[in-house]
């Protein structure tokens, strides 16, 4: 939060940031992520001794005197590289989205962080600082609905092309559509989406690195890869550490984690980061200061919310795949003990299978519309990564609208029910599974 320190040389301020609120190691020791989120960014003698940082209601700030102003402006224009030093108008940034991208950003050791005001206009933002008229967009599919959407019939308006190739496709199968894509022109961005929803195939993200290392080695400017982190981030994949430039996520699930509030971020590298943030100025995607404030206080509890979560969802779906009345189980977990290319995948690149699969069951519509109804813990909603556990039909549902060729190729049939599973008590959730399967 802001703090004013005077440069000497120039008379304005440099760091807004009080260097206490920035401890990050204790002796030689690197404090862990789980211990950060309960103070980083945050000087309490800033803000009147609070323990909290107040939500910053405010659209414009004070500049300490006129050359301030104009650094400051400097700064959000791009003049100079790296944002505003100082505060100077909420459609920019303010003291809560500062500490909630200060925060956020440690959970995969990025460089920089941006907040959103959803993850879709995260995605927008991004796509509309990289993208130019005639590009070529390569992604993974299949991808979230809203992001095709952008993709294929918003920036196809303004002449964009994309290609893609299947989440699980192998490094050949990567080059070849990546070669494609490099000799019909300027390939802007490799937009990723890991595990795909909802077949939950995983991307092979080395693999697109190497690729676009390769073919991309003697080009002047290498096309990044951003990758949509949402269903396993940040606690079990990171895939900075795996050759992305950019993780994308909507804020709105795991990260948030309540279901009561919508947002997005991006993480990466300084340069990648400022790009976005120019853009992000221009159109005032940010995150409110309430949502940001909302955020902080999920991101204390997001390493036991998703711990228990992952656990929660690893019992429920030890217990679904013997039953008899289910055809198959769609858990990310249970590559940990398997054989294949997915498996190397997830051995690679995930520390955990999430908490959110795919239960296939044994009949069509009418058995998953029954086993929907009959539950009583879970709750009939989309969305995911919350602290209670929600069931859909994505046939039905989210995919509706999915032409049906399509739908097959993806699996997405009529006994396929999506779970996301809560940090309820894990036996009282199977009791509950176990019921609304008898009611079949
Ligand atoms: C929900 C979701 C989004 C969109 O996020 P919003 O916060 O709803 O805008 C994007 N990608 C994935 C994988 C999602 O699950």
New binding site residues.
């Given amino acids: 939060m802001s703090g004013e320190t005077e440069d000497t040389l120039t008379g304005v301020e440099t760091t807004r940031r009080s260097a206490k609120a920035k401890v990050d190691a204790i002796g030689g020791r690197k404090l862990k992520p789980a211990t950060l989120m309960m103070g980083h960014g945050y000087d309490p003698a800033l803000s009147e001794g609070a323990l909290k940082p107040p939500v910053f209601l405010t659209s414009t700030f004070v500049f300490p005197n006129a050359a301030a102003g104009k650094r400051h402006f400097e700064g959000v224009t791009g003049k100079r590289p790296g944002g505003a030093e100082g505060l100077v108008y909420s459609r920019f940034n303010g003291p809560n989205q500062e500490i909630l991208e200060d925060r956020l950003g440690i959970w995969e050791g990025a460089e920089d962080a941006l907040t959103?005001?959803?993850?879709?206009?995260?995605?927008a933002t991004l796509f509309l600082s990289l993208v130019r008229p005639g590009d070529t967009i390569v992604h993974s599919g299949p991808?979230?609905a809203?992001?095709e959407t952008l993709i294929a019939r918003v920036l196809g308006q303004f002449g964009v092309k994309w290609l893609d190739f299947p989440a699980g496709a192998t490094r050949a199968e990567i080059d070849a559509v990546l070669q494609r894509a490099a000799d019909g022109g300027r390939v802007a961005l490799i937009y990723l989406?890991s595990p795909a929803?909802p077949t939950n195939a995983l991307v092979d993200v080395e693999a697109v690195a190497a690729s676009r290392d390769a073919i991309f080695a003697d080009a002047a400017d290498k096309p990044p890869i951003a990758i949509?982190?949402?269903?396993l981030g940040p606690l079990w994949s990171q895939p900075l550490r795996h050759g992305a430039d950019v993780v994308?996520?909507?804020?709105?699930?795991y990260a948030g984690g309540h279901s009561d509030l919508?947002?997005?971020g991006v993480l990466g590298a300084k340069p990648l980061i400022n790009t976005i943030r120019a853009m992000r100025n221009t159109i005032g995607t940010i995150c409110d200061p309430n949502t940001a404030w909302m955020l902080l206080r999920s991101l204390e509890t997001l390493e036991l919310r998703m711990s228990r979560a992952g656990d929660n969802a690893a019992k429920v779906c030890a217990f679904l795949r013997d039953h008899p009345k289910v055809e198959r189980v769609g858990y990310l977990g249970f590559l940990a003990e398997a054989e294949g290319r997915q498996a190397d995948i997830y051995r690679r690149h995930c520390t955990g299978g999430g908490s959110t699969f795919s239960l296939y069951l044994k009949g069509g519509e009418a058995e998953a519309f029954r086993f929907l109804d009959a539950l009583r813990i879970a709750k009939l909603a989309v969305?995911?990564?919350g602290t209670e556990t929600l069931a859909s039909h994505p046939a039905a549902m989210t995919h509706l609208s999915v032409a049906d060729e399509r739908k097959q190729a993806l699996g997405i049939t009529d006994n396929l029910v999506r779970i996301s599973i809560g940090v309820e008590d894990a036996d009282d959730l199977i009791a509950d599974m176990e019921q609304a399967l008898a009611a079949i």
């Fill in positions: 959103f005001s959803s993850g879709m206009s995260a995605i991808l979230y809203a992001t989406e929803n949509d982190n949402t269903f994308v996520y909507s804020l709105t699930k919508v947002a997005g969305s995911l990564g």
